[in-house]
């Protein structure tokens, strides 16, 4: 019984742990990209993820990807037609959808990993801040 | 009971230090492991990343970066070589470089998950690599904030003096997970034997905080808060007299507070009464609420010190004297008088201590109340102390008088009634109403009794006569005069039947073990008489209860005989009686012809008094 609920404490911990980091990440990258906006509105492709993004300040979490500002994409979205700007998160979604996404996000060898595509980034006009800058990469 | 519990806890937090102690050495022993492990694996992380190195610099002679990105296979091939060091220990290995910007990216990858490609960048703790890029040295990383991942190994690969990539081994946690989790059941039993035995403990805690609430609601009295009749039971047992004075204290007209100001006040006047006297009194010393207004104090005294009772019973007197005890627009002032006994340790027991003082009590109220009696001597009566009657008796200055008792029909003496004196330091004589009372419920009159004991066997030895001497029925009551009553029969077994027992204050005693004992004493011959029988509160059923052999009129009855119809009549009554029952008859106070005549005339088998003899101190020849 005590293993259950140490293992339970150890996972929970574990998982509050990243989700505070990502929390973290998400709210330097959403503010990073739109330091206008009061209000940033986010799509997800992945509902949990979903919850994350709410509780985060100045953020509000759309259904429908036309009323979003930005949509994040954890899955194998359809996003070869889409106009809205795009943030791949996981290893592989970013290799897949480099060409679109402006940047990505994804756990390695247990690390954080951010990266941002310099080229999509100049199609849309965003100019990082300085404590972004070591992140942008030459993608091809 | 309370013992046992403390033992019990003793063990119990014993055992929980034992536990916690091999707790604590067991996380000790775990870290130790660690660590152990630790060194361990440094060094068999060495040995294969010195290997990795021999391998990449066998297919590499310069420029790292160059030469594997030029050549793919060459990667592919290096890459595998390194996957063959994978484990589930070792979780990671690759290779990094480190650009122009300073960032860290990927040369070569041989790990099975979330492999790295070529020329990727990596976000790791740059602080460390750089570093080791600095150095030239390997280095071992805790990684704290990496999930998964216990320790890392960094060790550079150098060309030419110049760091061009560092390898990384990347150990996983579960090498560990897994040595703490052999050690966790272990740690699990220390903890639910820890838990368990604090739960003993706190129960057996619990225990006893309501044993000692339940003991401290019984021993105290609800209303004053004071201790009540329980606790004076057990102090009883436990108290040392030589420590304590003791006072019987009692609220003046009290009856009076309830009948006129009603319950309510009686009981606000009773609650001051007893904060009163805690203020009055000291620390060491103790309330007992000893009936309704009456109060017991046990007033502690130094050993060798002067005893301070009189003056803390003055402070209590002058305190509650001078208080103004106001309950819902009423007030009154009360005053309280006491009893004290100091010296209590010549008492016998405590029980003997409690009754004097409330002797005195009774003393002091009748003297006019607000007073403390601490004496019994009276100031008409030249009465011997304590002290004084115990050293006549050390100094054999007892001695004893005896009066004959005739057969009136045969004018011959039946026998002698022996009657205590004691000498004064000269020649004086005191009688038994000038030294009783002081000594009674003290060792000294236990002494005293059994020195009268021992004269009238040795006249009985000397005259072979029968003889009789008096005894309070309390006396045979009290454990240790009945012990020295009994060893003296029986060291004169002989002579026992020769004697009599006159039984005073036998009104209101009467009860099995007094009958037991009776009935032990006569087992031996002696024979049992009622003194004073028809005064005060006789009471026939005595005749039941008790095993009498011979009553003795009271000369209050007998004296007037002759002129008094009343008295006639109630001893020739008593006469009467007796013969039905079988008893013997005695008539005291025979002081004249007249009565002696009338008291043959009803037919009174015997007769003491002046005019048949006088008490003496040498034992007539003639009869």
Known sequence: ?140 | MKQLNIIYSFFVVLLLFVLVYLYVRLGDFELQAKKNIESVIIKNTSYFIENVEKNIKQHVKSNLYKSLKSNPQLRKELETNMGMLITPSFKYIYVLYRDSAGKYRYLLDGSKEEKGLFDMKFDIDTQAWDSVYLSKEKKIVTQDDVSSIWITTLYPIVYDGEVQGVIALDFSTSLFQYISKVLSPLKDIFLYVFVATFSLLVVILYQMFLQLKTKRESITDPLTKAYNRVYLRDLVEKINLYNYDVAMLDLDHFKKVNDNFGHDMGDYVLVNFVKLLQKSIRSKDIIIRFGGEEFLLFLYKEKKKESQATEVMQRVLKTVSQYNFVYENSSLQITCSAGLVKEAFKYNSVQQVIKKADERLYSAKSRGRNRIVESDISACVDRLSLGAVKQALDEERLLCHFQPIFTLSTKKIAKYEALVRLRGEGEKLYYPNQFLDTIEGTNVYRDLTKNVLEIVFEKIAEHQIAMSMNLNLSDIIDNSIYEMLIKELEASKSLAQFLTIELLEYESLANDILLDRIVAIKSYGVKIALDDFGSGYSNFSIFENLPIDIIKIDGSLVKNIDNSKTSYIIVESIARLAKRLGLVVIAEFVHSKAVLDVLEELDVRCGQGFYLGKPDILMPTGQ
């Open chain 1, 1 to 140: 019984m005590k293993f259950f609920i140490l293992l339970f404490i150890f996972t929970i911990s574990l998982f509050a742990s990243e989700q505070s980091a990502e929390k973290r990440v998400y709210a330097s990258i959403l503010k990073a990209l739109f330091p206008e906006k009061t209000i940033v509105k986010v799509w997800s492709d992945k509902s949990e993820k979903g919850a994350l993004f709410s509780k985060l300040d100045g953020v509000r979490v759309v259904a429908q990807k036309k009323d979003a500002d930005i949509l994040m994409i954890f899955g194998p979205e359809d996003i070869e037609n889409c106009d809205k700007m795009i943030f791949a998160n996981g290893y592989l979604v970013f290799r897949r959808s480099k060409g679109k996404a402006i940047g990505g996000f994804y756990w390695q060898k247990g690390r954080a990993n951010l990266t941002f595509i310099k080229k999509n980034l100049e199609k849309e006009g965003i100019r990082l801040p300085k404590s972004l800058e070591k992140y942008v990469e030459d993608v091809e």
